[in-house]
């Protein structure tokens, strides 16, 4: 039987998970629940864990923003993976001994 749904990436996962922690972080600490010195530390903790489930998303965001294939460096990477990908360059020189004047080069 097929999954309703595709299997879903580790960065997706963490990024879900981190809104959760940090509203969960965000209550603890607006809340009375607790005393004082209780929920400072529980309620700096969640939001730290929070803020560090998003930085896998962080993370793969701005390397998409730089090494993209939009950007111009993504686009120098991948004309550079094209021609480094072990093609060796044929000779062509016989080219220009049958056409002779008539290539129009030089």
Not at 23 to 32: D, K, V
Not at 37 to 48: D, E, Q, T
Not at 50 to 75: D, H, I, M, Q
Request: glycine share 12%; hydrophobic share 40%; with cysteine.
């Amino acid at each position: 039987m097929q999954e309703p749904y595709g299997e879903r990436d580790w960065v997706d996962t963490t990024a879900a998970f981190a809104p959760a922690v940090l509203g969960a972080a965000a209550g603890i600490l607006a809340s009375e629940a607790m005393s004082e010195k209780a929920r400072r530390p529980v309620g700096l903790s969640l939001a730290c864990l929070g803020l560090a489930a998003l930085t896998p998303l962080l993370v793969e965001t701005a390397v998409k923003k730089v090494r993209g294939p939009g950007t111009r460096r993504g686009s120098q990477r991948t004309l550079q993976g094209i021609r480094d990908h072990g093609l060796q360059a044929r000779e062509i020189s016989y080219v220009e001994d049958e056409l002779g004047e008539e290539l129009g080069v030089g």
